[in-house]
């Protein structure tokens, strides 16, 4: 009897740092799983300039992953995004808005921000992670 379940797939951009230990993205069927991503550039270093630098490398980061997949940013479902100083973050949520509008669009998913101590890298602000279903954002 032939199985019916569908295999999952790693997702691993060559524009983004090779991962050891871990998968950017895990697609399984039209649903991807996107790691966490900082802020790490493809020399593997947190670009400098604080939180609204570091959230267009990491969402960058994320899309990168996303389009390896097969999709695109409307296709985000569910996105977290964890961070080490929540005021600084609100503090700058227009020019935040406007780098999500820039590369995603006006609609959002279901989103947390969470507020944490620190991150795997010290001088990272931001960690954000997602889901997308693929092909669920409407027509391209």
Avoid: C
Wanted: net charge negative; aromatic share 6%.
């Amino acid at each position: 009897m032939a199985s019916t379940m569908t295999r999952k797939e790693t997702v691993n951009p060559a524009a983004l740092p090779k991962p050891s230990g871990y998968a950017h993205g895990v697609k399984v069927g039209d649903v991807v799983y996107l790691g966490g991503q900082t802020a790490l550039d493809a020399d593997m270093q947190i670009v400098p300039g604080g939180i609204v630098e570091q959230f267009r490398q990491a969402f960058s980061n994320v899309l990168s992953t996303l389009a390896e997949a097969g999709g695109r940013p409307e296709d985000l479902v569910d996105v977290t995004i964890y961070l080490t100083d929540v005021e600084d973050y609100m503090a700058h949520g227009r020019e935040i808005g406007q780098i999500w509008r820039e590369l995603a669009g006006r609609e959002y998913p279901a989103m947390a921000g969470i507020g944490i101590t620190r991150l795997w890298q010290e001088e990272a602000l931001i960690e954000i992670k997602g889901v997308a279903v693929i092909g669920s954002g409407g027509e391209a």
